[in-house]
């Protein structure tokens, strides 16, 4: 299927030196947009959507964020 456009409702906005993934968007690579979405398919084309970054140096940004609460509450 194709983009229908209306993930486009959905569609955020990037802050300056934040990862988008960091702030809990998510990116549809067959509509090549970020949207804010809890579930885990595209709402227009029923692609899954990414929830994590594939940028080695976005990676390590992911990580850093989330790896101090994983061990905090161990």
Not at 21 to 49: E, T, V
Not at 66 to 72: G, L, N, S, V, Y
């Amino acid at each position: 299927m194709v983009c229908n456009g209306i993930c486009h409702n959905y569609k955020t906005t990037k802050r300056i030196n934040r990862c988008q993934y960091a702030d809990n968007q998510k990116r549809c690579q067959r509509c090549s947009i970020f949207i804010n979405w809890d579930g885990l398919w595209c709402p227009c084309c029923n692609h899954q959507l990414r929830s994590r970054p594939r940028n080695s140096k976005a990676k390590q940004n992911f990580l850093k964020k989330f790896i101090p609460e994983i061990t905090h509450g161990l």
